[in-house]
């Protein structure tokens, strides 16, 4: 048989990156292109021009082809894989009306949604009415209604970024069930749009025709236009296939396809998740989202702004790091490696609590704490704190997902970018205290994308067969005794009591400045 090839789009939060795998899952060719995840034109803002995302789609596309290894002939079909919860809105003339509005933006409303009052009612008895008013005041499409009303009333078309994408490179406004992730009337439960009494309509003023039609992974969503291939290189009339968001893609790329895999993922949007048969809310009314296999959820557990406050500490500490890593052709990562190296296990005492943003239903005034400090403490000890926090933080979720699904986590899998970190992949084992494994490829998103688009031409006859064939166990690492006990100690002494000691400050600091604002 002919060797077949997937060409895997990631449009994540801080790159956009065009990846070609064969059906083993190995990566042939790779291009990335970094990207600002947003523009803020006021505080709490963000957002992005869906055509800068396009066109560093593009861009990844035609920087990939010269460094394609096989002829571009031999790519059987496309999938594309996006940031989650990103929204574009479109007119009728198939053109963005506004900049797109980023998962990190923190705009709210300040109304209620228009329930009746038998509903709302029922909302209150079930507890869920603090939830359904969260919802109104988050969704982008409430705030767009309200302070953008002439644009609103040119929405034709409210998608997703993925949903933007596959419009553009297919001209039809199709998505995947699985990147079906954001404030939109979608029911988590039953993987479909809602029903036309379902009270999200009534908390959001989106219309079911605003909506793209929604597929499973492995269906054609359309077919690479003319155009498309004109401006990305891709070959016209390639099959585009659903997989689903970054997130769920990654959860299939590392493998973890069962309720005692853990799923764990330093990236922008630091994650842990396992995948269940069942539908199941590690936190009441938090929804499990689609898993990229049909008819499966993955659980998730969260922390906002995870690995992306690696890249803030390198910005704002790490100018050393990236002149000597120049001046000496190194990877600005590896000499990041030695400041972990430099600073024990607990980092002396200096403690990190990493709610930069609030993350698992966390109320608004959460922020982040550092805490120890003293005269021995340098920036190293503050970037250790920092991922044995985040560290800490994930193991906290381990422990819910374990508590709500009644399952032990056996297996832990991490990917995205800290997984490349030889000092954080040991940092997770001590602080899980269990061997934790890096996959063959920490393009695990990417590989996902691949998966879904092996088994939708047919290579594979199902995703349990495609992960067996396509992902593969690279190195692992096993919990060093001593750092084990000190991470123990500290987490369960310590770290686990920071935020019920620490939540009346923040709520005093969220009450003062909201005012001085």
Sequence with gaps: MKEQYFLSIDNGTQSVRAIVFDGQGQLIAKSKIDIEPYFSNHKGWAEQHAEYFWDSLCQACQELWPKLPIP????VAVSVTTQRATVVSMGKDNQPLRPAISWLDQRQVETKPKLGKLESALMSLIRAKPLVDL?????EANWI???EPDIWQQVHKFLLLSGYH??????????AIASTVGFVPFEYKTQQWADEKDWKWRAMPIRPEMLPKVSPAGSVLGEITAAAADATGIPEGLPLIASGSDKACEVLGTGCIDNETGSLSYGSLATLNITSDKYLEAIPFYPAYPGVIPNTFNI???????YWMVSWFKKEFGLQEEQSAANQDLSPESLFDELLAKVPAGSEGLMLQPYWSPSN???????????????????AHLYRAMIEGLTYALREGKELLEKKSGKSITRLVVSGGGSQSDQIMQITADIFGMTV???HTFETSSLGAA???AVGVGLYPDFSTAVDKMTHSGDSFEPIDANKDIYSDLYHKVYKKMYGQLKPSYEAIHSITKRSI
């Design 72 to 75: 571009k002939e031999s790519i």
């Design 135 to 139: 919802m109104h005041s988050q969704a």
């Design 145 to 147: 209604e309200q302070n």
């Design 166 to 175: 596959n419009y553009k490179l297919t001209g039809q406004y199709n998505d």
């Design 300 to 306: 998730e557990m969260m922390v906002q702004r995870g």
């Design 361 to 379: 239903g966390d109320g608004p005034e959460t922020r982040g704490a550092v805490i120890g400090f003293n005269e021995d403490h340098t920036r």
């Design 437 to 439: 494994l890096r996959p």
């Design 451 to 453: 998966i879904a688009s």
